[in-house]
C-alpha cells in the first residue's frame, strides 16, 4: 500500500498549492484543494489495497475525487449528499461554465465564487491523482515532479509578475521530501548499501561490550551519511535555483529581493513589460475596484493620465514598437522633449501632482498627462522622446509621489482644419495598414466618411460614428480581439465590445483614411473628490486613440460611449464635439457640403472616393509580443510549457543511450591524425598494421577514414570491445537476461537458444563473440574491421527487437534501461564525491583540534 509514500505525495502537492496563492483573493480556496488531496489518496490506498494495476488505481482516486466534489459542491443534487445524479453532474457543469466566465472576467486575484473554487480543487486534485499515479504507485518519484511544475506554470504565465521566492522553496522542499522518502524506502528493501568502508555499522549485542550483528542477524544499513549527503545536495539547489536567477543581470532587473539593481552606463538596452491591452481588460474587470492614485491638478478639466503609446498594427493587435533606452533618456532636472508638432494650437501649462498608491505592482511605465515637459521624481525613470512615454527598467511607480508639468494643447477645430502638411517621419510609421485588413473595413471608412473633405471632419465624423450613429453598444464581457477577424466582427457584426475595440477599431480607419493614428492607453480623469483633488480607480483604465494635425501635434479622440452606458469617467474633447463644433456640421464643410464640392484649405486626409492616398501598404516591422485571451492562453501557455518539459524529459534516455553508443565507436578509434596523400589513409594503416594484408587495410581505410583525409591508429581490441559492450547494452534495454559470468562464446549461445535466430543473425551474433574473444585473449590475431562489426550489431539489434514483445521494445526504443542505470551512476557518483568531501572535512576539523590541543599544552608548559 505504501501508506508513507502516499502521504509524502499529497504533502507534495499541497506543498506545491503555494504557487497557486497569488491568483486568488482569498485563502480559502486552500482548504477545497485540501480536501481534494485527501479523496484522492484515499481513493489511490483503497485501490492499492487489493493490488489492482496501475490504471486502475489512477481511476480510484479520481473516482473518490468525484465525490468529494459532488459532496462539497452539488450536494443538494446528489443522492444521499455524496452519491453522483443526472442533476448533479448538471450543476457541477453550470458551476465549471460558471468558474470559467468569471476567470476571462476578473484579473487576478480573482474573488472565490463557487465555479472558482471548484476548477480550483478540481485542478489540485488532478495534479494529486497525476502524482500518486508516478510517486506511489509506478514508483517513479521524479517524474512527479512534472504535475506540481503545472502548478507554478500557470501563475507565472497568466500574471505580470512570478511567483515569491518563499512559495516557490516552500514547494521545492516539498518535492525534495518526496524524492527522499522514496531512496529511503528504496534503500530499506535492499538491505545493506555499500559504498565505503564506513557506509555500514555493527549493533552491539545485548550484555556484550563488542559490536557484533544486530537483533535480526543482518547489518542494519547505515543511510545517515547519504541522508546527509541528499539533503546538502537539495538544500544547495534550492538555494542556487532561488538566489541566481536574483543575481544574474537581466533576469532580475530589480536586483536583490527587489533592492534595485542595474545601473547606468552608456549602453542600450531593450524595454519590455506585458502587453498593456491585456493589462487594460485585467484592470476594467477587478472585482474591488482599488484606488491605483491620487492627484492635485491645477487644470479644472484634467485630460487623461496615459502611460503607453501603441504606433504598430499588425493586422491582429495594437502594440508599441520596441525602445531601446540609452543613459541619455534618463529624465534629470531638464525638460522633456517638445510635443511633436504642437507649433501653432492654443495650448498651455498644467501642473499635477501625483501620489500613486503602495499596493499597485510592477508600474514601470508612469501615468501622465500628455505632454509632459517635466517631471521631478526619484529614481531611474526614462522618456521615449517620440512618444512622451516615461519608463523605468527597474523602478516602479507604486509608492512614489512625483510633480509633472504637461503642456495641454487646446486646439479650435479651425485650426485643426488649417494646418499644413504631414511630416515625413509621421506619415512613414503611423499611416501603415497591413495587407490582410478586409477590404469591407476600408470601405466602411470612406462611406462613413462620406462628404467630409478635411482630416479633422473624417475623424469627427468617424467619432460620432461610433458613439451615436452606428448602433455600437459598450460591453466588459466581450473579449479581446486577438485577431483581424475578430476586429470585422466587431465593426460589422457585434458591434459589442469596451474601450480596446473603439480605440483599435477608430485607429485603424483613421488610418486607411490616410490620417496618422496610434492608440493610446492610461486612465481617464477619475472622479473629484475636492477642489483640484481626483481619485482614479482601477475601472478608469483606458484605452483611446490619439490622431495627429499640422500645427497641433497628437490630440486626443474618444470614440468610447460615456456615461452610464459606456466608460463611466470618460470624456469627449470640445474640438471634436459635434454640437459644440456647431449643428453637427464639420470644420470645412460650410463650404464643401459634399465631397464634390472644393474642398477647403489645410490638410486634407487624402482619400478620396478612388480611396485614401497613403504610402504602399506594408507589414509592420518586427514580431508583434503575443497577446493573452481573457484567462484562457495563461492556462494554455502553462500546459504548453509543461508539455515541452516533459517532451524534454522524455527524450533525455533516448539522447543518453545515442549519445553513449556514438561515444563507444569513438573510443575504438582514439587517435586521428592528417593521412599522406596516399589513398585516404591506405599508407597509414599498412604501417600502424603491418602483419595485416594490404587488402584488410584497404577496407579499414575506406571505412574509418575521416572525410577530411584523417586516417587512424587502431588497437583491433578497441574495435572488438566496443562491439561486445554495445551487444550487451542493447541486450540489456531489449530486457533480456545478461550474466556477467558468462564467456564471450557461452553469452552467444545462450541467447541464440534462448531468442531462436535466423542464420543472419546467429552468424553476425557469433563473429562479435569471437572478435571479443580474440581481443582478450589473442591479441595478434586479426579482428573483423569496424564498420563490419557495426553492421552486425544493428543485426543482432534488429533481431533482438523483433523477438521480443512490444513493450520491451517500446522501451528499448525510448526509454532504455541503460540509459537509466547512467543517471543513477552519476547520482552515485556525486554522493560519492559529497562522501569524500565529508571525509577531507572530518580529517581537516580532526587535524585542527589536535594542533589547537598541542597549542594549548605548549602554553600551559610555558
Known sequence: MRIRMTIMAGLATLAGTAGLYPLFARSTWFWSGFGAVLAVAAGGLLVRRFRAPAIVSALGGLALLHLYLTAH????????????????????????????????????????????????????????????????????????????????????????????????????????????????????????????RRWTEEVPLAGSGDRGPADDGRRRPDSSSLAASGRRIGFAAVALAVLVPIAVPGLNPRGFFGLGGGGGGGSTQNVTTPDPLVSLKRELTRADDSVVLTYRTTDEEPDYLRLYSLDRFDGDRWTYSPLESTARDRISSRDLPKPPG????????????????????????????????????????????????????????????????????????????????????????????????????????????????????????????????????????????????????????TKRGYCEQYAAAMALMARILGIPARVAMGYTPGTQTAPGQWVVRSRDAHAWPELYFPGSGWVRFEPTPAGAAGQGTATMPSYTDPVTIGAGSEPGDAEAPNADDSPAEGPTAGPTEAGPQRPQDQGPMGAAPELEDDGGPGLMTGLFAAALLVLMLLAAPVTVRAVSRRRRWAAAVPRRRRSSP????????????????????????????????????????????????????????????????????????????????????????????????????????????????????????????????????????YLPPTSLAAFRSAGTRAMEATVRLDRARARLYGLRERLSARITQARARR
Open 342 to 493: 504642437l507649433s501653432e494650437a492654443d495650448s498651455r501649462r498644467v501642473t499635477t501632482k501625483v501620489d500613486v498608491r503602495r499596493q499597485v505592482r510592477n508600474m514601470t511605465f508612469l501615468p501622465v498627462p500628455y505632454a509632459p515637459s517635466r517631471l521631478s521624481i526619484d529614481g531611474d525613470w526614462r522618456v521615449h522622446a517620440p512618444s512622451l512615454m516615461v519608463y523605468s527598467l527597474r523602478d516602479s511607480a507604486g509608492g512614489r509621489s512625483y510633480e509633472v508639468s504637461s503642456v495641454k494643447a487646446e486646439p479650435t477645430p479651425e485650426q485643426l482644419s488649417s494646418g499644413g502638411s504631414y511630416p515625413s517621419d509621421i506619415v512613414t510609421p503611423y499611416t501603415v495598414v497591413p495587407r490582410n485588413v478586409p477590404a469591407q473595413i476600408r470601405q466602411l471608412a470612406q462611406d462613413v466618411t462620406k462628404g467630409s473633405t478635411t482630416a479633422h471632419g473624417q475623424a469627427v465624423r468617424l467619432q460620432k460614428w461610433f458613439t451615436n450613429d452606428g448602433g455600437f453598444q459598450y460591453d466588459l464581457s466581450a473579449p479581446a480581439p486577438q485577431h483581424g477577424n475578430d476586429l470585422t466582427g466587431f465593426l460589422l457584426h
Open 678 to 813: 596516399r589513398r585516404d589513409g591506405l599508407g597509414d594503416l599498412e604501417d600502424a598494421l603491418p602483419k595485416r594484408g594490404k587488402a584488410d587495410a584497404a577496407r579499414e581505410a575506406d571505412g574509418l577514414a575521416g572525410t577530411d583525409g584523417a586516417a587512424a591508429e587502431l588497437d583491433p581490441g578497441h574495435v572488438a570491445h566496443a562491439a561486445w559492450r554495445e551487444l550487451r547494452a542493447d541486450a540489456v534495454d531489449h530486457g533480456l537476461v545478461w550474466k556477467p559470468s558468462d564467456t564471450p562464446r557461452a553469452a552467444a549461445r545462450r541467447l541464440g537458444e534462448l531468442l531462436e535466430l535466423d542464420a543472419d543473425s546467429s552468424g553476425a551474433l557469433g563473429r562479435i563473440a569471437q572478435a571479443e574473444e580474440l581481443a582478450r585473449y589473442s591479441r595478434s590475431h586479426p579482428v573483423p574491421p569496424a564498420e563490419s562489426l557495426r553492421a552486425d550489431v544493428r543485426t543482432v539489434r534488429e533481431a533482438f527487437a523483433a523477438a521480443v514483445s512490444r513493450r520491451a521494445r517500446l522501451q528499448a526504443r
Open 73 to 196: 459542491f452539488a450536494a443538494g443534487e446528489a443522492w444521499l449528499g455524496i452519491v453522483p445524479t443526472p442533476s448533479s453532474l448538471g450543476r457541477l457543469g453550470e458551476l465549471y461554465g460558471e468558474g470559467w466566465d468569471a476567470v476571462n472576467r476578473y484579473a487576478a486575484p480573482v474573488p472565490l465564487v463557487p465555479g472558482i473554487a471548484l476548477l480550483a480543487a478540481t485542478g489540485i486534485g488532478l495534479v494529486a491523482a497525476a502524482v500518486d499515479l508516478l510517486a506511489v504507485r509506478m514508483r517513479r518519484a521524479a517524474p512527479a515532479g512534472l504535475p506540481l511544475l503545472a502548478m507554478y506554470s500557470v501563475p507565472a504565465a497568466v500574471r505580470e509578475e512570478s511567483i515569491g521566492w518563499f512559495a516557490f522553496g516552500i514547494g521545492a522542499m516539498g518535492y525534495l521530501a518526496l524524492l527522499v522518502t522514496d531512496s529511503r524506502e528504496r534503500v530499506g528493501g535492499w538491505g545493506r548499501v555499500v559504498l565505503g
